[in-house]
């Protein structure tokens, strides 16, 4: 997903941007945005449960008047 969304980007920005110049190593790049996103996701599973706090809410009708 992210080397696909990154080579739509880069496309559309040669496109639509005469002096955009493509990564030189866009391999490296995306292996490195790849590691960043696993490595969040890593440490947002090792971080322990998560306690939840149900809150009810509700409408009620005003009184007549």
């Known amino acids: 997903m992210t ?9 559309n920005t040669i496109i639509f941007e005469a002096d955009f110049q493509r990564p030189n190593n866009p391999n490296l790049l995306i292996k490195s945005l790849f590691k960043d996103i696993d490595d969040c996701n890593l440490e947002h599973f090792h971080s322990g449960p998560k306690l939840k706090e149900t809150i009810y809410i509700g409408w009620k009708r005003p009184q007549e008047g």
């Open 3 to 11: 080397t696909c969304w990154h080579l739509w980007k880069w496309r």
